[in-house]
């Protein structure tokens, strides 16, 4: 048992999503032990307590749960769950967390980011809900960390995580456990999976892309295993280090693979992938992507076909910037719909008071009651799930809604990697010219609202501000700006566009054409090409 000194380090700001680096930054002397030591320093009960451990596989993920045990048991926590090999996706932590009542969990990812040598690493705390750690507590470790000057350590061997079983760490015990089995009978639990199971025996197809993330080994157990959807249904799907090369984010541009082989004559009925720590999901039909904002409201409006959902929503949650398909929803089944800022941590205290059922982000991220975290194979199987009741395919669902509540066409325009000092100007000079639009016209729309997003929690009463520039047309138009939380060099500038369609004669027509004029006054508006320098976004979802 060792205690070693250590100094300050001054960017352990924790994020949206926690602290998120580069590998590089990670691999500093005692830069992960600064992190773990303040959060231990900040949480209370460790004695006695049990804490999970896992993360999604990524290069450098083995070395830091090795230190986190050692670092845990030093600290006094009395026992470590930890997937096997390091593994658990990060609603499948929620869910052992939430199971085995720990304390809370380290979740090891930077999620749909690259990995590998020169790719990202990143942590976070989730507490005793499964679900991330409040602001107040981040905002604790943080400072904790800028005055931090030592940290616990015990100097033993490495433990074998290759072997299911407990294994004794001084006065700790770490239980290496498997990964997918809680979370596998967990979705036995919530989801008619006999239909599911009639619905591939009848010769539905599906392609699950699980981009060499974690989801590989949950997609083979519960897709092909259980659900007996043929052999070669997930591809992809061994967990790599560096994810092959590429970004584990399920996105048309990154998931192209996927969107290819879902065109076309013969294609599959249905296509799905999720990101590096398997919380997205992208869901996509013969020759036909759905927006993560109208996936929301579909599997919203048809939960009832869900055995764990036979007793009605309670209500609804969407981040600000997703679309606002989910309200119509919301007000045709008479239940309410909360406007969150972006994070899933918002989510977390309207699901533990009960006052809601489901939940979603423009981002590919959709969840419910089940755990405290979005869920990408949830999302996959509540969506097969309605499809086997239902019996339409993908395509004719959403178009039903589409019918029904009208079309939120949607779009997010993406400029990554810009200076911070422009992204900054940007997005201050947006904030000076708000008061000015309301009753104006922008680009020959009428302004409804225009505001900067703040929110108080309704739970717990707490404050955020600052969460996007928004403005509202009075035809249901909406732009949305705002700068990540996530990115791990410079800014990136996220934009959000959305119109309101109520005529099905326009409910064809591809987005990125409907969005083009709202497109062109967003960007104009905001000054981008001055501001940034960019002409274009990267990337458009
Ligand atoms: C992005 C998404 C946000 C999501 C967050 C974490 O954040 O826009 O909706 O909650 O990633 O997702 P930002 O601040 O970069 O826009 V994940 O899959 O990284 O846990
Ligand atoms: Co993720």
């Known amino acids: 048992m060792g205690f070693q000194t250590t100094v300050p380090f001054d960017d352990q700001r924790p994020g949206t999503s926690g602290l998120r680096k580069a590998v590089s930054v990670f691999r500093q002397a005692n830069y992960l032990e600064n992190f773990i030591q303040s959060a231990f320093d900040r949480l209370t009960g460790l004695e006695g307590a049990t804490l999970v451990v896992g993360g999604d596989g990524r290069y450098y993920n083995s070395a830091a749960i090795q230190t986190i045990l050692q670092m845990a048991a030093a600290n006094g926590v009395s026992r470590a769950v930890v997937g096997r090999d390091g593994i658990l996706s990060t609603p499948a932590a929620s869910n052992l967390i939430r199971k085995r009542r720990a304390l809370g969990g ?71 456990v498997d990964p997918v089995a809680d979370y596998a009978a967990l979705m036995d639990e919530i989801f008619d999976m006999a239909a599911i199971r009639a619905l591939f025996a009848g010769g539905f197809r599906m392609v699950f892309d699980a981009m060499h993330a974690v989801t590989g080994p949950y997609a083979r157990e519960i897709l092909e295993n259980r659900l007996g959807a043929g052999p070669g249904t997930v591809i992809n799907g061994i967990p790599l280090e560096d994810f092959g090369g590429h970004h584990p984010d399920p996105n048309l541009v990154h998931a192209a693979e996927l969107v290819a082989m879902l065109s076309g004559e013969g294609a599959p009925d249905f296509g799905a992938a999720s990101d590096g720590d398997g919380d997205r999901n992208m869901i996509l039909g013969r020759d036909f992507y759905v927006s993560p904002s109208d996936s929301l409201a579909v599997l919203a409006a048809n939960a009832h076909c869900v055995p764990h959902f036979t007793g009605g929503l309670k209500g609804l949650a969407r981040s600000m910037p997703t679309s606002q398909a989910a309200d119509r929803v919301a007000a045709a089944l008479g239940i309410p719909c909360y406007e969150t800022p972006t994070g899933w941590k918002f989510f977390g205290t309207l699901l533990d008071a009960g006052k809601i059922s489901l939940c979603g982000e423009e981002s590919f991220g959709t969840g419910s009651d ?121 800014a990136t500038l996220r934009v959000y566009l959305e119109r309101y369609q109520p005529d099905p004669a326009g409910h064809e027509t591809a987005a990125t054409e409907a969005l083009a004029d709202l497109a062109t006054l967003a960007a104009e508006h905001a000054g981008i090409a001055r501001h940034t320098g960019r002409a274009t976004p990267d990337v458009v979802t």
């Open 106 to 176: 380290f979740i090891l990812s930077a999620s749909h980011n690259p990995g590998g040598p020169d790719g990202d690493f990143g942590i976070k705390f989730n507490g005793a809900n499964g679900g991330p750690a409040s602001e107040v507590l981040t905002d604790s470790i943080y400072a904790r960390s800028r005055e931090i000057e030592g940290y616990r350590i015990r100097d033993g061997a490495d433990i074998n995580l290759s072997r299911l079983g407990e294994i004794g760490l001084g006065p700790m015990v770490v239980e290496v």
């Open 370 to 490: 089940h755990v405290r975290e979005k869920d990408g194979l949830w999302a996959v199987l509540m969506w097969l799930n309605v499809l086997a009741a239902r019996r339409l395919s993908v395509a004719e669902l959403v178009r039903e809604h589409w019918r029904t509540c009208g079309r939120t066409i949607y779009g997010r325009h993406d400029y990554e990697g810009v200076a911070t000092e422009g992204a900054n100007a940007l997005m201050a000079e947006l904030r000076a010219g708000l008061a000015a639009l309301p009753g104006s016209g922008l680009g020959g729309r009428a302004v409804a609202t225009a505001d900067d997003f703040s929110y108080t929690d309704p739970v717990d009463g707490s404050r955020s501000e600052r969460q996007g520039v928004r403005i509202s047309f009075a035809d249901g138009a909406r732009i949305v700006y705002r700068l990540s939380g996530t990115g791990t060099s410079g």
